[in-house]
């Protein structure tokens, strides 16, 4: 069980309590977290992150982003990605269109690669 974070702060119910979550919410809030973190980044777990930087070199920047998304959680051993989907944003972002796989339960969700955090994409 974990607790929820949106928008970089925790989520509250009607009563100011954090709200918890569990099983496959919590693996796409894990999964959105790593996606989100430039690798090297956070000075408490260098491990954690992605790199997406010089994503768009390559031919296929569909393809390649999948590649990067699943290398990102390949230590995490329960969860697995199904389908990844990319595509650019008009201010230079990237949308992440993904399939959270947790067991035999699958989650839609959306993570946005900020241009900045990354180096220009294009």
Not at 69 to 78: G, L, T, V, Y
Request: net charge negative; glycine share 8%.
């Amino acid at each position: 069980m974990d607790t929820l974070i949106e928008n970089g702060e925790f989520a509250l119910d009607v009563c100011g309590y954090p709200v918890k979550i569990h099983s496959v919410d919590e693996a796409v809030q894990r999964v959105k977290i790593i996606l989100s973190v430039k690798k090297g980044s956070f000075i408490y777990d260098r491990e954690l992150g992605s790199d997406f930087s010089g994503l768009f070199l390559s031919g296929n920047f569909e393809k390649e982003a999948a590649l990067r998304c699943r290398e990102a959680i390949a230590d995490q051993e329960e969860i697995s990605l199904g389908k990844v989907r990319a595509e650019m944003l008009e201010n230079g972002n990237i949308l992440l269109n993904l399939e959270v796989v947790l067991g035999n339960e699958i989650k839609e969700t959306e993570a946005e690669l900020d241009a900045e955090l990354w180096g220009n994409f294009e």
